[in-house]
């Protein structure tokens, strides 16, 4: 079974791509988890038109990262009790690839009082494309990740938790 993390963010200090980084760091170390990822400042996507971007060689690429995986992390950025843009816009050029498969959530916030945001997007996921969301995510608020980068043991302790029931869900879902 292999796993996808995708770093949602754009900013070059983003603090979702350190919970990605936790996570692909424990992950490796375990040995046990096929994995690739993703970083979105590496992929020039375009903004989805709903015709020639599903054709651009980048929307091509991420749609094959999808297709290639059994189970996807994505590592998002909370912005006005939502998602980023940018993750909306994979959505749209590649969540077709995501039908039946399992994803889960990394999300860093500036505030404590979105941690319910991330809903639009896994309900969004679970109607149109059927794709079996992993009901753990992993919320940080601005207070949760210092500017010096170091994750905190708690944090550390809830992604790696995370880490492991996704695994345990993606496996059961990928060999039903």
């Known amino acids: 079974m292999k796993s ?3 770093s949602c ?3 070059t200090e983003s603090k979702s791509r350190r919970l990605a980084s936790a996570l692909e760091s424990l992950w490796r170390t375990d040995g046990d988890v096929e994995l690739a990822t993703l970083d979105l400042r ?4 375009p903004p989805c038109d709903g ?4 054709e651009d060689p980048a929307a091509r690429e991420l749609q094959e990262a ?6 996807v992390v994505f590592a998002v950025p909370i912005y006005n009790y939502d998602v980023n843009a940018a993750a909306k816009n994979v959505i749209e050029l590649a ?3 995501l039908t039946g498969k399992v994803a889960g959530f990394l ?3 500036g505030g404590d009082h979105s941690y319910m945001s991330i809903m639009a997007v896994a309900n969004s996921l679970m109607l149109d494309f059927r794709t079996v969301i992993v009901p753990r995510f992993v919320y940080a608020g601005g207070d949760d990740i210092p500017e010096s980068g170091e994750l905190s043991s708690e944090l550390r302790d809830r992604v ?8 345990r869900l993606a496996r059961a879902v990928h060999s039903a």
């Open 66 to 71: 999808f297709a290639k995986a059994d189970a």
């Open 9 to 11: 963010s754009l900013h």
């Open 51 to 54: 015709g020639a971007a599903y």
């Open 42 to 45: 590496e992929l020039a996507l």
């Open 160 to 167: 790696a938790q995370f880490g492991a029931e996704f695994q």
């Open 4 to 6: 996808l993390i995708i």
């Open 95 to 97: 969540g077709r690839q």
């Open 107 to 109: 999300c860093a916030a």
